[in-house]
């Protein structure tokens, strides 16, 4: 069975602070992927980043960024210079070989404060 | 283009009644996924249909809820006898085809209360 852990359940910062937000899974699978998704105050989950078990280069897109480490199975968010505006709660989430369902983690609410 | 809408955007309904929750997904989106997110967790997979059929149904709690996508297109989940305990916001994503690697895009939900 696939598990996704979120020990963080909400983190609150002041605007321009970094902050790194935790994502760690549990699959047998070889063959899998990630996910983070973010969900603001109106409730819509918004896709931000699909990676697959084979590629483990770290990833930054703008302010954001993520790292992958297989060896401690995480998959970490950071977010460089937060803003008001990525006040949300964020999911971390996994699907593997041959299902396309996805697995959620708990997710974190991030609050960022001017 | 436009994305997943769903309607209603909230249902209450009193504890025995039946609901009818839609989905319309992304125009040629092929696979098509429902999701319950109850307060504070995130969501919990319910069906997917890949086409018209259900692909997967593991997720649903019980024979009281259905879903049907007759025309490969717009997805309807039924839920029968609600109790109180469906209360949750019901999500429903799409994606261009099936399999691990394809992101889902999600409609705004539709949060139902059981009275």
């Known amino acids: 069975a696939q598990k996704v852990t979120q020990a963080q359940t909400e983190i609150s910062v002041v605007e321009k602070e970094d902050v790194t937000l935790d994502c760690v899974y549990e699959?047998?699978?070889?063959?899998?992927?990630l996910f983070w998704y973010k969900q603001p105050p109106s409730g819509e989950l918004v896709f931000l980043i699909r990676?697959?078990?084979?590629?483990?280069q770290n990833e930054i897109s703008g302010r954001y960024s993520w790292n992958f480490q297989k060896s401690t199975s995480s998959f970490n968010f950071t977010i460089t210079a937060s803003q008001v505006v990525d006040s949300a709660v964020y999911f971390c989430?996994?699907?593997?070989?041959?299902?396309?369902?996805?697995?959620f983690g708990k997710g974190t609410m991030l609050l960022v404060s001017p | 283009g436009a994305g997943v809408s769903q309607t209603p955007s909230n249902k209450v309904t009193e504890k025995g009644k039946y609901v009818e929750l839609r989905c319309d997904p992304i125009?040629?989106?092929?696979?098509l996924y429902w999701y319950r997110q109850s307060l504070g967790q995130g969501p919990e997979f319910l069906i997917y249909?890949?086409?018209?059929?259900?692909a997967d149904d593991s997720g649903l709690p019980n024979d009281r809820f259905f879903a049907v996508r007759p025309e490969g297109s717009v997805s309807t989940l039924k839920i029968q006898r609600t109790e109180r305990g469906d209360s949750a916001v019901y999500l429903c994503?799409?994606?261009w085809g099936q399999g691990e690697g394809y992101e889902q895009y999600f409609g705004p939900g539709t949060r139902l209360t059981v009275t």
């Open positions: 994503a799409s994606s």
């Open positions: 699959t047998r699978d070889t063959t899998y992927y």
């Open positions: 990676r697959n078990s084979f590629d483990e």
């Open positions: 989430a996994l699907s593997v070989s041959g299902y396309s369902t996805l697995t």
């Open positions: 125009s040629g989106h092929t696979a």
């Open positions: 249909f890949q086409g018209t059929g259900a």
